[in-house]
């Protein structure tokens, strides 16, 4: 399931301010994180997006991009 979620905020969050707090965990990596800021839940929702892309490209292009020739 990938770019999936579970996403829980803390008490500490102030939505009218946009500020969260809380946990959040990747679905299909297992990967998580406890965020005291909305910056922190922004940067590991830009690192699990760009981690995807890059598997992604990976999957495309295996040989990265090189040419027999290239070799």
Known sequence: ???????????????????FAGFIEEVDTGRELRFQSTNELLEFLR????????????VK???GGKSKEDS
């Open 61 to 63: 292009d295996p040989g």
């Open 1 to 19: 399931m990938k770019q999936a979620f579970v996403l829980q905020l803390g008490s500490e969050t102030e939505s009218a301010r946009l500020h």
């Open 47 to 58: 690192q699990c997006f760009d981690e995807v892309l890059r598997s992604e490209s990976e």
